[in-house]
T-cell receptor
Framework: ETGVTQTPRHLVMGMTNKKSLKCEQH?????MYWYKQSAKKPLELMFVYNFKEQTENNSVPSRFSPECPNSSHLFLHLHTLQPEDSALYLCASSPGLAAIWGEQFFGPGTRLTVL | SQQGEEDPQALSIQEGENATMNCSYK?????LQWYRQNSGRGLVHLIL?????REKHSGRLRVTLDTSKKSSSLLITASRAADTASYFCATASIIQGAQKLVFGQGTRLTINP
């Protein structure tokens, strides 16, 4: 256990559905991240939140909408997805302070399939 | 691009042998990290090496960093079947106070019993 949980672990949705992915960290960290991992592609950073403020949106389509209500929770709202959005979505956290360089702690991921 | 690139993409060895994976990157870094991922699961941090370090050990892991060549290597000694996984290098930078990692495509390591 890394201290980062993600729900659901698996999700199948149609292109017209709206769903949300949830991430929660119990580590007292201030930075949280969403990554997308597709087959045969490097792990892609999607969003970064630091102290609940979004600091990076890595040119992600608007059909992905992140929400960070507090430093412990991160959501990814999904709407009108495409089949190519099928992937493993990983959440991570880190202390978030520039003075502290260190590892990121990853959740187990949500395997998303878009039909 | 700061993206790390691992080499080889896949490696298959016998249990007990040593496994070496390489990573190259393109820009200056503060640190370089190695992660492991079992199939379809989250990533687990293995080791971090700072830009002013040349070598670091952790158990059966040995990491080297050559900033002049912009490359790093991960050596796993006395491999075990349980080491079968994908291994990723990631270069670290800071964006507005939060650490940003850029990952390579990974090396798929298979340890044969």
């Amino acid at each position: 256990e890394t201290g980062v949980t993600q729900t659901p672990r698996h999700l199948v949705m149609g292109m017209t559905n709206k769903k949300s992915l949830k991430c929660e960290q119990h580590l007292g960290h201030n930075a949280m991240y969403w990554y997308k991992q597709s087959a045969k592609k490097p792990l892609e950073l999607m969003f970064v939140y630091n102290f609940k403020e979004q600091t990076e949106n890595n040119s992600v389509p608007s059909r992905f909408s992140p929400e960070c209500p507090n430093s412990s929770h991160l959501f990814l709202h999904l709407h009108t997805l495409q089949p190519e959005d099928s992937a493993l979505y990983l959440c991570a956290s880190s202390p978030g302070l520039a003075a502290i360089w260190g590892e990121q702690f990853f959740g187990p991921g949500t395997r998303l399939t878009v039909l | 691009s700061q993206q790390g690139e691992e080499d080889p993409q896949a490696l298959s060895i016998q249990e007990g042998e040593n496994a070496t994976m390489n990573c190259s990157y393109k820009t200056s870094i503060n640190n370089l990290q190695w992660y492991r991922q079992n199939s379809g699961r989250g990533l687990v941090h293995l080791i971090l090496i700072r830009s002013n370090e040349r070598e670091k050990h952790s158990g059966r892991l040995r990491v080297t960093l050559d900033t002049s060549k912009k490359s790093s290597s991960l050596l796993i000694t006395a491999s075990r079947a349980a080491d079968t996984a994908s291994y990723f290098c990631a270069t670290a930078s800071i964006i507005q106070g939060a650490q940003k990692l850029v990952f390579g495509q990974g090396t798929r390591l298979t340890i044969n019993p």
